[in-house]
Every structure is written in C-alpha cells, then in structure tokens.
C-alpha cells in the first residue's frame, strides 16, 4: 500500500508570499493517479488538482499542481486571504484511495 | 449542480452501529456510472477513506474498517448510505460523503458534502 508523506505540517505565511507544498509517495505512482483538495474548516473539502498537474474546474491559476515519481508538489504563487486552509494530496490505486497527512497554510 | 448532504446521528454510544445517510441532489445518483464514497476525519487528524461503491454491485472499503463497515445505495431515494458497527471513540469524527468522479484515467472525489460530526460515547 503506498503511504504518502506531506510536509512540512504547517506553513505560516504572510497573504501575497508564495506556498510551496510537498507530498512524497513511498514507491513509484502514475502521476494519473495524483490529486490534490483544499479543505477550509466547517466546509466540504475541494478538488484542486487531478493527474498531478491538470487543475479542476474554478481552481485559479496561481495554483500550480507539479511532479513525477515519488515526488509531488502544489505551489500557490501568491496567497490570498481565502487560500489559508489545510492541503491534502490523494493517491488512487486498485480501488484504494490513500490521503496525505495533510499541509495547513496558515496565516503569519 | 450537484449536491450531497449528510444526515444522522451525532452521537452513537460504544459497541453500537453508526448509520449515516448521504442525500444527492441536482441529478441521478444512477446517472452516469459513479461511484459514491465516504471519507472521515478523526479529531486534529487528516483524510481517511472508508469505503466506495460502484452502481450498487462492487463495494470497496478501507483494509482496517472490513468486517464492521456496509455501504449502500438506494435509487429510489435518490441517496447512499454507511453503516459502521461496533463501534469505539477511534470512530468519532467528522463524516463526509462524496462522489467518486473521473480525470485523467483515473478516480478522484469531485463533489463533496459538507461533513457531519459523529461522537461515539456513552
């Protein structure tokens, strides 16, 4: 079972800066299989990114979905108030979803 | 557009059966072949699957949940549903539904409810 690594836990950041986040996967995945959700608290989390790179519908593009192999990031160029929220990257594999621990991006 | 509300109890007492219900609204929870899952948070932790199912034959569910959890969907009602029996305080948490869409070949959760909190205490 592929066990996903997110770091660091929490990123505190000033609105405007940029995010770097990363998600390591424990051996090899199809770059398919990758998506990333945003989760802002008391609402339903949202999809971001789907095959790693390709954004869902709505999802601005300061949002930036990268990566390959073992190793995946999710930049946010420049932060706006409503991007402070908890990141989660998502792996699918013979009928198993597999979240990430989780990024929070909270404000400095 | 889519939508998907979760409903049960909000507190289930240890050893007992947690049922939630998960309304869908906007369309056919038959319409084009999706999946529909649920997904909880524990207290001050991440995402964690449950369980998915496919068109009410194929059921998939989380290795340490087997034997205890049940998802089902009921056309007629428009809505799916979970069932997770004996229960302990290690399932409290908030329970999200979700659809199972498609992108890039592969399956993602693309439209989720809200999330309801559940408690497991006596």
């Known amino acids: 079972e592929i066990v996903l690594t997110q770091s660091p836990g929490i990123l505190s950041l000033s609105p405007g800066e940029r995010a770097t986040l990363s998600c390591r996967a424990s051996?090899?995945?199809?770059?398919?299989?990758l998506a990333w959700y945003q989760h802002q608290p008391g609402r339903a989390p949202r999809l971001l990114f789907y095959g790693a790179s390709s954004r869902a519908t709505g999802v601005p593009d300061r949002f930036l979905g990268s990566g390959s192999g073992t190793d995946f990031t999710l930049t946010i160029s420049r932060l706006e108030p409503e991007d402070f929220a908890v990141y989660y990257c998502?792996?699918?594999?013979?009928?198993?979803?597999?979240f990430g621990g989780g990024t929070k991006v909270e404000i400095k | 557009q889519l939508q998907l509300q979760e409903s049960g109890p909000g507190l289930v007492k240890p050893s007992e059966t947690l049922s939630l219900t998960c309304n869908v609204s906007g369309d056919s929870i038959t319409a084009g072949s999706y999946s529909w899952g649920w997904i909880r948070q524990p207290p001050g932790k991440g995402l964690e699957w449950i369980g998915h199912?496919?068109?009410?034959?194929?059921?998939y569910y989380r290795a340490s949940l087997k034997g205890r959890v049940s998802i089902s969907v009921d056309a007629s009602r428009n809505h799916f549903s979970l069932n997770l029996g004996h229960v302990t305080a290690a399932d409290t948490g908030l329970y999200f539904c979700a659809r199972v869409g498609y992108g890039a070949g592969s399956r993602l959760f693309d439209y989720w409810g809200p999330g309801t909190l559940v408690t497991v205490s006596s």
């Open positions: 998502q792996h699918y594999g013979t009928s198993v979803f597999t």
């Open positions: 051996q090899n995945v199809n770059i398919r299989y």
């Open positions: 199912i496919y068109y009410n034959v194929n059921t």
